[in-house]
């Protein structure tokens, strides 16, 4: 009980000192990005009917698939302790290799190049 009445003491000691420190160092002068109302590029003041670039979209969907990709692959170290490795390191061969052939005819296709 007592090495947890520490650590709780511990940590409300550190997160204290911490939050002081960030409010006593961080930056209070905002510029006139800061206080827009949008700070991703967009004029607020124009017109909310501008066309968006099919590239845009095409690389948010290629930048989701292999973020998928990723997030399928991340349990496959511990997969290598199953009753048959060789059947999962396959899998996951294949899934890669077929989105390497994709990446490769998406840019033998010319469709990652931003400007042309």
Known sequence: MNMLTFMLTLS???STILITLNLWLAQTNP??????PYECGFDPLGSARLPFSI???????LFL???????????LPWATQLQTPITTLTWAF???SLLTLGLIYEWIQG???WAE
């Open 12 to 14: 409300f000691i550190l």
């Open 94 to 96: 294949t899934l890669l």
């Open 65 to 75: 698939l292999f973020d998928l990709e990723i997030a399928l692959l991340l349990p």
């Open 55 to 61: 590239r845009f979209f095409l690389v948010a969907i």
């Open 111 to 113: 469709a990652l190049e």
């Open 31 to 36: 510029d006139s990005e800061k206080l827009s």
